[in-house]
Protein backbone atom coordinates (compact mmCIF):
# COMPACT_ATOMS: atom_id res chain seq x y z
CA UNK A 1 0.00 0.00 0.00
CA UNK A 2 1.17 3.29 -0.88
CA UNK A 3 1.76 5.93 1.39
CA UNK A 4 -0.41 8.70 1.18
CA UNK A 5 1.79 11.38 2.50
CA UNK A 6 3.90 10.29 -0.81
CA UNK A 7 1.99 12.65 -3.05
CA UNK A 8 1.31 15.44 -0.58
CA UNK A 9 4.10 17.53 -2.29
CA UNK A 10 3.09 17.15 -5.59
CA UNK A 11 -0.71 17.86 -5.03
CA UNK A 12 0.18 20.24 -3.00
CA UNK A 13 1.89 22.07 -6.01
CA UNK A 14 -1.07 21.43 -8.09
CA UNK A 15 -3.14 23.08 -5.51
CA UNK A 16 -0.93 26.44 -5.41
CA UNK A 17 -1.11 26.59 -9.38
CA UNK A 18 -4.92 26.29 -9.34
CA UNK A 19 -5.52 28.95 -6.49
CA UNK A 20 -2.70 31.28 -8.85
CA UNK A 21 -4.31 30.64 -12.06
CA UNK A 22 -7.60 31.67 -10.45
CA UNK A 23 -6.56 34.58 -8.88
CA UNK A 24 -3.93 36.69 -11.17
CA UNK A 25 -5.43 35.63 -14.41
CA UNK A 26 -7.21 39.24 -14.41
CA UNK A 27 -6.66 42.60 -14.18
CA UNK A 28 -10.70 42.82 -13.29
CA UNK A 29 -11.41 45.73 -10.69
CA UNK A 30 -11.47 43.87 -6.90
CA UNK A 31 -13.09 46.76 -4.61
CA UNK A 32 -12.86 45.86 -0.74
CA UNK A 33 -14.49 46.83 2.37
CA UNK A 34 -12.27 46.61 5.36
CA UNK A 35 -13.82 45.00 8.52
CA UNK A 36 -15.37 47.60 10.35
CA UNK A 37 -14.98 50.30 7.53
CA UNK A 38 -18.66 50.08 5.63
CA UNK A 39 -17.84 53.36 4.56
CA UNK A 40 -14.46 52.82 2.85
CA UNK A 41 -13.59 50.68 -0.64
CA UNK A 42 -10.02 49.86 -0.80
CA UNK A 43 -8.50 49.18 -4.75
CA UNK A 44 -5.83 47.38 -4.49
CA UNK A 45 -4.02 47.22 -1.28
CA UNK A 46 -5.88 47.47 2.01
CA UNK A 47 -4.24 50.57 2.97
CA UNK A 48 -3.02 52.56 6.64
CA UNK A 49 -5.39 55.43 6.44
CA UNK A 50 -2.85 57.98 9.59
CA UNK A 51 -0.27 60.04 8.55
CA UNK A 52 -1.40 60.81 4.78
CA UNK A 53 0.30 63.99 3.44
CA UNK A 54 -1.67 66.69 1.69
CA UNK A 55 -0.25 68.36 -1.37
CA UNK A 56 2.29 70.62 0.10
CA UNK A 57 3.07 67.69 2.47
CA UNK A 58 3.88 65.63 -0.90
CA UNK A 59 5.83 68.91 -2.68
CA UNK A 60 8.08 68.94 0.76
CA UNK A 61 8.26 65.00 0.21
CA UNK A 62 9.84 65.50 -3.08
CA UNK A 63 12.23 68.12 -2.36
CA UNK A 64 14.69 65.71 -1.63
CA UNK A 65 15.24 63.21 -4.20
CA UNK A 66 12.56 64.29 -7.23
CA UNK A 67 10.83 61.02 -5.40
CA UNK A 68 9.15 59.83 -2.41
CA UNK A 69 7.04 56.65 -1.01
CA UNK A 70 4.14 57.98 0.81
CA UNK A 71 0.63 58.68 1.94
CA UNK A 72 -1.25 60.67 -0.12
CA UNK A 73 -5.30 62.45 0.58
CA UNK A 74 -7.20 64.84 -1.31
CA UNK A 75 -10.71 64.79 -3.21
CA UNK A 76 -11.42 62.97 -6.12
CA UNK A 77 -12.31 65.15 -8.99
CA UNK A 78 -12.14 62.99 -12.43
CA UNK A 79 -11.55 59.49 -13.25
CA UNK A 80 -11.03 57.35 -16.84
CA UNK A 81 -14.30 57.26 -17.99
CA UNK A 82 -13.29 54.49 -19.75
CA UNK A 83 -11.75 51.72 -17.93
CA UNK A 84 -11.09 53.78 -14.01
CA UNK A 85 -7.30 53.58 -14.96
CA UNK A 86 -6.46 56.76 -13.41
CA UNK A 87 -8.05 59.80 -11.47
CA UNK A 88 -7.03 63.60 -10.40
CA UNK A 89 -7.34 64.37 -6.87
CA UNK A 90 -7.35 67.58 -5.93
CA UNK A 91 -5.70 68.85 -2.60
CA UNK A 92 -4.87 72.58 -1.56
CA UNK A 93 -3.80 74.37 -4.72
CA UNK A 94 -2.67 71.14 -6.29
CA UNK A 95 -4.08 68.37 -8.60
CA UNK A 96 -2.28 65.39 -8.62
CA UNK A 97 -2.23 62.66 -11.34
CA UNK A 98 -2.81 59.47 -9.99
CA UNK A 99 -2.09 56.33 -11.72
CA UNK A 100 -2.04 52.38 -10.48
CA UNK A 101 0.78 50.26 -10.39
CA UNK A 102 1.24 47.70 -13.30
CA UNK A 103 -2.37 48.96 -14.29
CA UNK A 104 -3.39 45.99 -11.86
CA UNK A 105 -6.69 47.69 -10.34
CA UNK A 106 -9.04 50.43 -11.19
CA UNK A 107 -10.82 52.53 -9.34
CA UNK A 108 -14.65 53.80 -10.57
CA UNK A 109 -15.24 54.93 -13.60
CA UNK A 110 -17.86 57.18 -12.28
CA UNK A 111 -19.27 58.12 -8.63
CA UNK A 112 -15.95 59.19 -7.48
CA UNK A 113 -15.82 63.05 -7.61
CA UNK A 114 -16.03 64.65 -4.86
CA UNK A 115 -15.14 61.95 -2.53
CA UNK A 116 -12.29 61.81 0.05
CA UNK A 117 -9.66 59.56 -1.06
CA UNK A 118 -6.13 58.21 0.39
CA UNK A 119 -3.78 56.39 -1.86
CA UNK A 120 -0.31 55.01 -1.38
CA UNK A 121 2.47 54.93 -3.50
CA UNK A 122 5.09 56.73 -5.04
CA UNK A 123 4.67 60.26 -5.62
CA UNK A 124 7.01 62.20 -8.43
CA UNK A 125 6.93 64.90 -11.28
CA UNK A 126 5.86 63.67 -14.48
CA UNK A 127 5.93 65.36 -18.00
CA UNK A 128 2.54 64.14 -19.68
CA UNK A 129 3.54 64.25 -23.65
CA UNK A 130 1.20 66.32 -25.62
CA UNK A 131 -0.04 62.77 -27.34
CA UNK A 132 -0.72 61.44 -23.89
CA UNK A 133 -2.61 64.55 -22.46
CA UNK A 134 -4.73 64.19 -25.84
CA UNK A 135 -5.59 60.44 -24.76
CA UNK A 136 -6.47 60.85 -21.43
CA UNK A 137 -8.74 63.96 -22.18
CA UNK A 138 -10.65 61.84 -24.56
CA UNK A 139 -10.73 59.15 -21.87
CA UNK A 140 -11.93 61.74 -20.07
CA UNK A 141 -14.99 62.48 -22.17
CA UNK A 142 -13.29 66.11 -23.36
CA UNK A 143 -14.60 67.63 -26.53
CA UNK A 144 -12.76 67.83 -29.93
CA UNK A 145 -11.90 71.19 -29.94
CA UNK A 146 -10.58 70.90 -26.27
CA UNK A 147 -8.74 67.77 -27.10
CA UNK A 148 -7.28 69.98 -30.38
CA UNK A 149 -6.69 72.66 -28.45
CA UNK A 150 -3.99 70.69 -26.41
CA UNK A 151 -0.18 71.43 -28.01
CA UNK A 152 2.29 71.27 -25.24
CA UNK A 153 3.12 69.04 -22.75
CA UNK A 154 2.95 69.26 -19.17
CA UNK A 155 4.66 69.22 -16.19
CA UNK A 156 2.23 67.49 -13.21
CA UNK A 157 2.31 66.33 -9.88
CA UNK A 158 1.58 62.18 -10.54
CA UNK A 159 1.51 59.57 -8.27
CA UNK A 160 1.61 55.96 -8.85
CA UNK A 161 -0.30 54.02 -6.60
CA UNK A 162 -0.24 50.66 -5.13
CA UNK A 163 -3.51 51.08 -2.95
CA UNK A 164 -6.51 53.35 -3.01
CA UNK A 165 -9.58 53.83 -0.35
CA UNK A 166 -12.24 55.62 -1.90
CA UNK A 167 -14.28 57.10 1.25
CA UNK A 168 -18.26 56.75 0.39
Request: aromatic share 8%.
Amino acid sequence: MKNPRHNSPKNAAIVCALLLATGCGSSDNKELAAPGHKDQMFYGSVIEMSDALDAEGLRSALTASGRAQVRFEGEVTATCAKKGCWMDVASGEDTVFVRFQDYGFFVPTEGAEGKRAVMEGEAFFDTITVEMRKHYAEDAGESEEFIAAITEPELRLAFTATGVMIED
